[in-house]
């Protein structure tokens, strides 16, 4: 089966009415307050969306403006399925079940990346220590390691980089047997009303990020963005939770004196896209 194409972007942003999400969970945010950093997110087609990574802002109309900090990632193509397989959000697949490679929906490094060794495990899946060493709390690390097994957690594939600037990048995506186990378990065990449940290793006080583009969720997934506050400290801790499917996708970024927030929505939009 031939690769299928993602556009680099979401389509043109329209504000959008919001929507409960499941159950208890909070009213996502419906007001697109980054639309600047996402403009050029909105070329349709996929040659001009490529095209546009490779140019300097000042070279597109309407936008001969300084650089916003954007990172330039390579072109994201989705994997091929397996024969016969569905997509993970066709009706016919009622599971949600992402049957592509999992390793390969792992958002590539952008361009000036140095790659981190300890994620790159065996060819891609790392073991759930891995993951769990990103929380602070040892009770935390324990507890979730149960609750993973005990909910049928199947493989976990990651990817992690640092920037020239110091920009640390963690992502980690975490599969499960059908979409409503991975429900339950983001529910359950990931994210409040305003907070994360579980505390990142260095981010002591996290609050959700109201800047986060909703008009780029593509309809599939939940996003859920935290951003640690002040006073922080050696580093600025930044974390997304993606539900999409039968996956939870945890994206961490942190960086001294601050994580930045174009390249962090950035990423989380890309990889959300990818998992979409």
């Not at 300097?56 to 936008?63: A, D």
């Not at 002591?204 to 008009?215: K, L, Q, V």
């Not at 939870?248 to 890309?270: D, N």
């Amino acid at each position: 089966m031939s690769e299928q194409q993602i556009p680099a972007v979401p389509e043109t942003p329209v504000p959008q009415e919001p929507r409960p999400a499941p159950g208890d969970r909070r009213v996502l945010r419906a007001v697109l307050r980054w639309t600047a950093a996402l403009v050029v997110f909105a070329v349709a087609g996929t040659a001009t969306a490529y095209g546009i990574t490779r140019m300097e802002r000042t070279g597109l109309p309407g936008l001969a403006t300084r650089p916003d900090g954007r990172w330039e990632y390579p072109r994201i193509v989705r994997p091929p399925l397996p024969a016969g397989r569905p997509a993970p959000f066709a009706h016919r697949n009622e599971a949600a079940v992402h049957y592509a490679d999992l390793r390969k929906l792992v958002l590539p490094a952008p361009k000036g990346a140095k790659a981190d060794p300890a994620l790159a495990g065996d060819h891609g899946w790392v073991e759930p220590k891995a993951y769990l060493a990103e929380y602070a709390s040892k009770d935390d690390r324990d507890t979730l390691r149960g609750e993973l097994t005990d909910h049928g957690l199947r493989h976990i594939a990651a990817r992690g980089w640092t920037m020239p600037d110091g920009t640390r990048t963690r992502i980690y995506l975490l599969q499960f047997e059908t979409g409503l186990i991975a429900g339950e378990v983001q529910q359950d065990e990931f994210t409040g009303y305003q907070n994360p449940t579980l505390a990142l290793r260095g981010a002591a006080s996290n609050a959700m990020d109201a800047s986060y583009p909703t008009a780029a969720v593509d309809g599939h997934g939940l996003v859920e963005e935290f951003a640690e506050q002040k006073p922080y400290g050696a580093e600025q801790v930044r974390q997304a939770y993606i539900a999409s499917g039968d996956v939870i996708a945890l994206v961490v970024q942190s960086r001294a004196g601050g994580a930045k927030e174009i390249p962090f929505q950035q990423t989380v939009v890309l990889q959300q896209q990818l998992l979409g």
